[in-house]
């Protein structure tokens, strides 16, 4: 004999989730219905963020996304690309554009805010460095002095604002913004293709097309020390947030881990290597990036998702779909468990995660 027959379930068709009572009081829960031919499915997401919705689309950009980042107060976002321009949006609510700000005439191809977030610096297919005032839009400064395309940019942490950035002709350029010309040029034979200043500002990390990171020593105008293992072009950097590590992206699909305190215990600066973000086809120049307190570490990928694993065990933790074209850039949010993810198919994607244990 069958039991099944006598369950009531069957008869209507409907799998009905109900919520704990104990859940009903919590206003942080949002409870999905997906309705198909047999009846209703309800499911209870937990929120962990006062973002809208868990999964927020932002649209309206006309050419392919390279850069996103959040302001360090969490409260903005801004995005660039292929268009040109910079579009600020705001994190919360409707995630609204409230402006766009104009300057370059060749795709942004990174940008980043500044410590206070009045500015925003950005590196530039046609061969220059900005610096935008946020309030007005203006621009405040053109950094012109390489001769190809410039493909990444880096703020100093601390100490005066000097802005690091690197070029297809093979140098780092240091500039001041009380200075019209570069402070300091660094010269090497490849193509660069990512920077990133040391925590106390005396190096700078430059990556290109060699597959290594070299350490140049502001003071000596030398190369300190070099990071080699990456198997190919170097696509993005980034310092962990307490500044002992760096994080590098690279087209041999993996992502890695260095030591970069200034005296390194065993000689081998490198400490870890995560895979599971392949490059595909187009070769672009992928970012990765830290999550504030440097628990996780995220990098968007050829196969159109964003992969985030735990810094520590190496073990992926997300591997987020959405897309519909190569992640360029993936950023988190400076307070809450909130990433931004930003793509060649023009759109951005904003979404909760669980936060760090």
Known sequence: MDKRKDSPASEGGALVKRQKQDDTSTSTAVTIQTKGASGALVQTVKRTSALKAPIMQLQGQTAEL???????SGEHLASAGGEKNIYLWNTYGDCTNYGVIKGHTGAILELHWSRDDSLIFTASADKSCGVFDVQTGERIKRFKGHTSFVNSCSPARRGPELLASGSDDGSVKIWDLRAKNAVESFDSQYQITAVSFSDAGDLVFAGGIDNNIAAWDMRKKAI???LNGHMDTISGMSLSPDGNQLLSNAMDNTVRIWDVKPFSATGNRLL????????GFEKNLIRPAWSKDGSMIGVGAGDRTMVIWDTLTRKILYKLPGHKGCVNEVDFHPKEPIVVSCSTDKTMFLG??????
Do not use: Q, R, V
């Not at 390279?66 to 360090?72: A, D, E, I, P, Q």
């Not at 870890?272 to 490059?279: D, V």
């Open 66 to 72: 390279y850069t996103c980042k959040f302001s360090n």
């Open 224 to 226: 300190s020390y070099s």
């Open 272 to 279: 870890k290597t995560f895979e599971g973000a392949p490059h």
């Open 352 to 357: 909760e995660i669980n936060p760090a244990k």
